[in-house]
Structures are given as C-alpha cells and as structure tokens.
C-alpha cells in the first residue's frame, strides 16, 4: 500500500528564515511526487512536482529514494509563504494521488 | 470561466438520503477525478473517469458512484448518506492520464445530519 507521512501539523518560523517541510513516502516502485499548496480561501494548486525538478516562488525539493523522502525547502521564507502544504505521491500506472495528511505553514513578520 | 467549477458550494442533507455534487472540467481537459477531504485529513481518492469510464477507484463502497459527460463534466453521487460522509468533495480536472498534475475545484461542503 501506498502512504504519504508529513509528521508535522503544524509549522511556524520567522520572515526571512529556511523552512523545511518533511514528506515521507512508502511505495515499493517509481513513484511521481508532487507538492500541492492551498493559500487562504483559495484552491489546492500544484506547486511542484518532481520530474519537473524546478523551484517555483523559490520552493524546491528532491526526491530522496534512498530515504524516501521529498521534502519542501525554502531558503528564505515570505509572510506570503503562509498557507497549507500537501506532499502527494502518484503511484506508477495508476491513476490517484495518495496525499499527506498537510502541513500547515504559519511565517511570523 | 476555465477552471475547474463545482456546485453547489455547500450542502446539508439528512442521514439515509442521496446527494449528486456537480463538477465543470478545465476547458481542455479529459480526465476528471473526485476526492473526498475530512476535517483535518488530506484529499481521499474516490474514483477517475477518462473519457466517460471509470478508470481507477480507491477504497469507497459501491454507494459513492460517478459520470462523466461527453463535455467532461462530472457528477458524483452517493446513496444512503452516513454521517462519516460529512467532508469536504473536491473535483480535479487534468488532460492526460499520466505525469501532469491537476487542476482542483474549490469543493463542495457537505454535512450529514
């Protein structure tokens, strides 16, 4: 079976400091990850996923299969950063996300 | 409007009755999946239809069911309503089956009571 775990519910740092959000993942074959963000009132949107391997509003992440990891890294984060994080895995020929349980990120000013 | 529309926005309905949620697919896109998402929890995959087949389920009872369109617009419907049943239902459009992610709904609210 396939499972998404991000151990923290909740996240909270200063402007301007790294943020990390930790996503594990268990799935026995190649899987595609993804990260999805859900702003304030607004809908779950893709951030990023990893065959693409880009950093979107400065947000990157690797695939870790040796750790099966896909954590979200941030150098520097922005008060606009706040928002809820869902890490999603999409298993090989099948056709669903298998989503986390999120993160929710709070940047203090 | 192209993105991904669902109707109607919120919902209450006694326990034992049906219900049918409503999705608008992203111009373009072929490929429409439900989610269930309960208080606190991360999006649960219900089912995908592609070209109006079912084409992948998670684990939901028979009484979850769906259709899709020949304009690819969807509907979900559920029978016998539970109060477990209560959640958020979002609905995701994509174009191809594989390797792209989705475009979400805002979702529907439904409470059971």
């Known amino acids: 079976a396939q499972r998404v775990t991000q151990p923290e519910k909740l996240l909270s740092v200063f402007k301007g400091a790294p943020v990390e959000l930790k996503c594990n993942y268990s799935?026995?074959?190649?899987?595609?990850l993804f990260w999805y963000v859900q702003y304030s009132r607004q809908r779950l949107q893709l951030l990023l996923r990893?065959?693409s391997r880009e950093s979107i509003k400065g947000f990157t992440a690797d695939l870790n299969k040796g750790e099966t990891s896909f954590h979200l890294k941030k150098p520097f984060a922005q008060e606009e950063d706040s928002a809820m994080y869902y890490c999603?895995?999409?298993?090989?020929?099948?056709?669903?996300?298998?989503f986390g349980q999120g993160t929710r990120l709070t940047i203090n000013p | 409007e192209t993105g991904v529309t669902q109707s109607p926005t919120h919902l209450i309905k006694t326990r034992g009755q049906q219900v049918t949620l409503r999705c608008s697919s992203q111009?373009?896109?072929?490929?429409v999946s439900w989610y269930q998402q309960a208080l606190g929890q991360g999006p649960q995959f219900i089912f995908q239809?592609?070209?109006?087949?079912?084409?992948g389920r998670g684990n939901f009872p028979p009484r979850f069911s769906g259709l899709q369109f020949p304009n690819y617009s969807s509907e979900l419907n559920v029978n016998a309503l539970e109060l477990d049943d209560s959640a958020l239902y979002l609905c995701?459009?994509?174009?191809?089956?594989?390797?792209?992610?989705?475009?979400f709904g805002s979702g529907t609210r439904l409470t059971v009571v």
């Open positions: 799935y026995s074959g190649s899987p595609e």
């Open positions: 999603g895995l999409k298993p090989q020929g099948a056709q669903k996300l298998v």
């Open positions: 990893h065959i």
């Open positions: 111009s373009g896109h072929n490929t």
């Open positions: 995701a459009s994509s174009y191809t089956l594989d390797r792209d992610g989705y475009t």
């Open positions: 239809y592609y070209r109006e087949e079912e084409n």
